[in-house]
């Protein structure tokens, strides 16, 4: 029973493609978001959504776009993938303010 | 800008002893200060929280102490088992954002437990 599930776990694709992540919880929480972490390590937010409305949208190029279609599900698209898009981008969700919990991560590797 | 900073990328101590993960903070605002707990491969896991209104919260062998004045806080574990090496992050979340939901987070810290 994965309580917040991502796939795929691995993604390599070649620059110029369009791509997506997917990712679903179960734990009828009513916040979910997008954190990328990138080479560095950090671990920044790109997206939140709660209750399908978006409502945080950090500086993030318009080429990601999250869809929401339904409060266990938040997609990630990515268009025109570029090298720098490499890093491995985690789901999220929220029952409360501050407390997360994360899926596996998917590991996207841009050629 | 960062405004969580974990200044020690590893730290390696023995199994029994105490493990003190340190992190430091620049914004006043924030209010709530968490720490994850991550495996390779894995996402970040919950590990123990604290408000900005006390200094210290305590669950099982985790402490976390929060030093308001100095913007520091510090995750203790006693006894360190080598169950606990993974990498630990940091992070705080505040109205600065907007957002209650907004949590910033340190480089993290790899804990390292020998037998």
């Known amino acids: 029973d994965t309580a917040v599930s991502q796939t795929p776990k691995y993604l390599v694709t070649q620059m110029g493609n369009d791509k997506s992540i997917k990712c679903e919880q179960n734990l009828g929480h009513d916040t979910m978001y997008w954190y990328k972490q990138d080479s560095k390590k950090f671990l920044k937010i790109m997206f939140s959504?709660?209750?399908?409305?978006?409502?945080i949208n950090e500086t993030v190029p318009n080429r990601f776009s999250p869809k929401s279609p339904d409060k266990a599900h938040l997609n990630l698209h990515i268009n025109s993938l570029e090298l720098g898009d490499s890093a491995v981008y985690f789901c999220?969700?929220?029952?409360?303010?501050?407390?997360?919990?994360f899926g596996p991560g998917t590991r996207l590797t841009v050629t | 800008d960062q405004q969580v900073k974990q200044n020690s990328p590893s730290l390696s101590v023995q199994e029994g002893r105490i493990s003190i993960l340190n992190c430091d903070y620049t914004?006043?605002?924030?209010?709530?200060f968490l720490w994850y707990k991550k495996y390779p491969a894995e996402g970040p896991t919950f590990l123990i929280s604290?408000?900005?209104?006390?200094d210290k919260n305590e669950d099982g062998r985790f402490t976390v102490f929060l030093n308001k004045s100095a913007k520091h806080l510090s995750l203790h574990i006693v006894p360190s088992q080598p169950g606990d090496s993974a990498v630990y992050f940091c992070a705080a979340s505040g109205r600065s954002g907007g957002s209650n939901y907004k949590l910033t987070f340190g480089k993290g810290t790899l804990l390292t437990v020998n037998p």
């Open positions: 959504y709660n209750n399908k409305e978006l409502i």
């Open positions: 999220a969700s929220s029952p409360r303010p501050y407390e997360q919990y």
């Open positions: 604290i408000s900005s209104i006390k």
């Open positions: 914004n006043s605002m924030f209010d709530y």
